[in-house]
């Protein structure tokens, strides 16, 4: 087994995209409960290749199968997600993983320091639109689990219109839709 992680380790330097190889390595590392290092491939993979959406879904893959997403591992993985968050804003594959954490250990609503950190982010210029989008999922996900207030709602409908007119247009029938949802959703007293 150890000669088949060397292989695809060499493979996967040759390709780091490579489905197969993944599907094979992965297969290997079940198998043979072969995990030890595996996150620290991920991260050579990463300095690589920041975009590689096969890599950043291994390293979660492998976080599930070693540690879990425990206290520590979230403040390593957590601090490493927004790293290369602010290397390249709008890489989704970054976003996409640090959401994916952060729901794994409990939920996005549980990290205001974090919510306070990429609002800073946003105001200094950053305008991603994964960057609104997180805060979005951050507020909706705030009203669910705290009760509807006025500055996490009120903030969550600024969100979807900025998504909407300005930072994803592409986009904008869905946040038209998100906007929409949160009204029915949370049935507020005060003007939105």
Request: aromatic letters at 14%; hydrophobic letters at 35%.
């Amino acid at each position: 087994p150890s000669f088949e992680l060397d292989f695809t380790r060499e493979m996967l330097h040759i390709d780091a995209k490579n489905y197969h190889c993944w599907q094979h390595r992965q297969l290997v590392l079940n198998h043979f409960k072969l995990w030890e290092g595996e996150v620290e491939l991920t991260t050579i993979l990463l300095e690589k290749d920041l975009r590689n959406n096969s890599a950043w879904n291994q390293r979660y893959y492998a976080i599930v199968n070693t540690t879990g997403f425990v206290r520590e591992t979230m403040e390593c993985e957590v601090g490493y997600a927004i790293q290369m968050i602010k290397k390249a804003p709008n890489n989704e594959s970054a976003w996409n993983y640090l959401k994916g954490i952060l729901s794994a250990a409990d939920g996005l609503h549980q990290y205001p320091a974090l919510k306070d950190d990429f609002e800073k982010m946003l105001c200094d210029g950053m305008d991603s639109p994964y960057l609104l989008s997180f805060l979005v999922d951050y507020y909706e996900e705030d009203l669910e689990n705290n009760g509807v207030n006025e500055i996490s709602f009120k903030r969550a409908k600024e969100l979807c219109a900025q998504l909407s007119s300005d930072v994803d247009v592409i986009r904008k029938e869905y946040w038209d839709y998100m906007s929409r949802s949160l009204n029915s959703r949370f049935p507020v007293t005060w003007s939105s």
